[in-house]
Structures are given as structure tokens and as C-alpha cells.
């Protein structure tokens, strides 16, 4: 069993920054490809960033590109996502997720593994 644990969300201003944190308990998070969603009202879950299981590949939404970064620490034990300049739209409720598979996977689907969710807010 995989359990992964978010942190990190707020309520916070347009242009403001906040820094998501994902752990899986009991384990490193090594071997795995990584990825965070996220779900707004009104709309269904979608794909925000990704770590490729092989290259550790960063791929993002186009979105967010430029704003947000996804990492992993040098001990493959916590999942991060830096979001900086954050807007309104930005807001949802983000979730970590991880998976054995191999590539470039964009999919909630495709995903074994996940988070509970940490909601973020971004209002005037």
C-alpha cells in the first residue's frame, strides 16, 4: 500500500506563491512516476504537472507554464509544487498521485496512487 499525504494549501491573493508538499508514508516515493492535479468547481479533475518515472521529466499545463514547478527532494521522500503568482483560476482542490508506469501520462486514470487533497484559494 502507497498512502500519499498532501500539505501546503491556503487562502491567498492573486500574485501571492504557495508551496505544496506530497509524502508517501512509510516508503520513498522512488520508482515512481509523480503528477499533480487539480479540481475547481464545476470543472472535472485535470492534469497541472507531471515527473516521468525514467527521466524525471517535468512537463506542464500550459496554464501554468512559467508560474508553477514540480520537484521531488534529493531523497525522493516528499513531491512538491511551487505555484508563484498565483490567479484566481488557479483555484481547486490539488491532489498528488503517483504510478509504476512508464511515460508521459496526463490522465487521473492513469494513476494508482493518491492524495487526499489540499484545497487552494485565490480571491481578492
Known amino acids: 500500500q502507497v498512502q500519499l499525504v498532501e500539505s501546503g494549501g491556503g487562502l491567498v491573493q492573486p500574485g501571492d506563491s504557495l508551496s505544496l508538499s506530497c509524502t508517501a508514508s512509510?516508503?520513498?516515493?522512488?520508482?515512481?512516476?509523480l503528477a499533480w492535479f487539480r479540481q475547481a468547481p464545476g470543472k472535472g479533475r485535470e492534469f497541472v504537472a507531471i515527473l516521468t518515472r525514467t527521466t524525471a521529466g517535468a512537463y506542464y499545463r500550459d496554464s501554468v507554464k512559467g508560474r508553477f514547478t514540480i520537484s521531488r527532494d534529493n531523497a525522493n521522500t516528499t513531491l512538491y509544487l511551487q505555484m508563484n503568482s498565483l490567479k484566481p483560476e488557479d483555484t481547486a482542490v490539488y491532489y498528488c498521485a503517483a504510478t509504476f508506469a512508464y511515460g508521459e501520462l496526463y490522465h487521473p486514470d492513469e494513476y494508482r496512487w493518491w492524495g487526499q487533497g489540499t484545497q487552494v484559494s485565490v480571491s481578492s
Open positions: 512509510g516508503r520513498t516515493l522512488s520508482g515512481f512516476g
